[in-house]
């Protein structure tokens, strides 16, 4: 199955290349995802979590940035996961294409995918693509807000001794960013169908 979405960004484009291209910078900003290692070839090993009611969905797998060219913008990744418990799994190619537009960037995203097991539920017609889109959403909105953050802020002077010399001093551990929280389907679906409805008489109008 394949799909095309895009979403605007209000920053450069090379910032936001930047961004994207960091794996463990973008990965809290989809629900339910978090990056738990990453080995020097460039493959990076996560999880992904969707809560169905009572039921909490766990999934592990991988992805990696198969190809990045800074001159044209153009990166694809490969990934790939199954369930913890064997019930299915996904695999999925995204090239993500950024383009000047407006003062900000905009990101065409095409996504290449097959899902098996518990994710195969969301593949009735219409309804992938409306959870998708709603995710997407929310990815871009923070996307946006981790642009705003800014640049780390510049390290405070080291104490010296008595001869000048730096003293020694324990570095502190670089925080993780926090894991997104997992996707809920139950709220996911209502706000799906809300939106259809209000479609629905948008059109009657």
Not at 41 to 69: C, H, M, W
Not at 139 to 161: D, N, V, W
């Amino acid at each position: 199955m394949k799909m095309e979405q895009s979403f605007q960004v209000n920053a450069p484009i090379d910032q936001v290349w930047a961004v994207l291209n960091d794996l463990e910078r973008v990965a809290p900003c989809l629900p339910g995802a978090a990056i738990t290692e990453h080995d020097d070839d460039g493959n990076y090993t996560g999880t992904f979590q969707v809560k169905l009611g009572p039921t909490t969905a766990n999934y592990r797998g991988t992805i990696r940035i198969e190809s990045a060219d800074e001159a044209t913008h153009v990166a694809t990744l490969k990934a790939k996961g199954t369930d913890k418990r064997g019930q299915g799994g996904a695999s999925a190619t995204i090239i993500n294409t950024l383009v000047e537009e407006g003062g900000g960037t905009r990101v065409d995203a095409v996504t290449d995918f097959s899902i098996t097991g518990r994710l195969a539920r969301f593949g009735r017609p219409g309804m992938i693509e409306d959870v998708s889109n709603r995710l997407l959403r929310d990815f871009a909105s923070c996307l946006q807000a981790r642009l705003g953050e800014g640049p780390a802020a510049p390290a405070a002077p080291q104490p010296t001794t008595t001869a000048g010399e730096p003293a020694a001093s324990p570095a502190a551990p670089t925080p993780a960013p926090p894991p997104a929280a997992p996707i809920k389907g139950f709220s996911l679906m209502a706000s799906i169908l809300w939106g259809r409805i209000k479609r629905l008489f948008g059109r009657g109008r």
